[in-house]
């Protein structure tokens, strides 16, 4: 999926919500266990049931990592149940030598070589150029660089002075001369609220994926006051605040619910800024 369908999606579903797959098998209802893939059930029923309320979903791939075979077979599923009308986010947090990170990118981007053709993939920039470029020799694929993250061990390295400003600034002053906002997305935390209006200055339109709305108790509010763009340039993600809304029967249900207030919450925003 491109920029300017991302943007047709966000739209016409007046919403720029992505649906965080965090799909930990400890916690999804006992009953789904009776399944030949309980993961993939799972993950079916939810976008099923929410579809129509998000624009992304993001598979974290520790989730599915840590099952060995049987995990990344839900992966490799799941990536393909995703609509069309869905941008599907891997958040494998990847970047290595430029042999290694090639080997990455075919692992999430090449379905003839893994199965799975995955729209982004989050990486770590600790590498610099040489290690994000093989994943941007993918045409049409994203990639979305970890500028200033949610957690608070972020502040250890994001946040040290450099010559051009601090840490986190530097990585998206310097990534934007290795691809344009049509290509490259920037990891922003919600709970860095107050960071929004000033990285703006440097990412003026581009997409920043926000996690840490729900359990980590982040603002949609306060992301939206000084992060929306005049193309919206956000995907703000909730996963365990959606996905383990409920234990029961009626988790998708309950997971839709918690979908529709967001997605509610996102509609106003859109039409204040006359989107
Ligand atoms: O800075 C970051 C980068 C990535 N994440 C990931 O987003 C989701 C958040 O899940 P919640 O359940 O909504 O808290 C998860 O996959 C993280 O690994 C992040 O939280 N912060």
Redesign the pocket.
Known sequence: MNRKQLIEQIKIKKSFLCV?L?TDIELIPKFLLDFEDPVLEFNKRIIDATHDLCVAY?P?S??YESRGIAGWKSLIDTSNYIPETCLGII?A?RGDIGNTSTMYAKAFFDHASSGMSFDAI?IAPYMGSDSVKPFLAFEDKWVIL?A????EG?KDFQFIDTENGRLFENVIQKANSWAGNDRMMY???A?RAEEFLNIRKFAPDHFL?V??????GGSLQEVCKYGLSESCGLLV????????ASSGEDFAERAREEAKKLQSEMEILLEEIGF
Do not use: C, H
Request: no cysteine; aromatic share 6%; proline share 3%.
């Open positions: 965080g965090d993001k974290n520790a989730f958040d947090k989050t970890l200033l993250t949610s957690n972020g990891v922003v935390g709970t994926l996690p840490g709305v729900g359990a980590q993600n909730s996963s365990r605040s959606i996905i383990f």
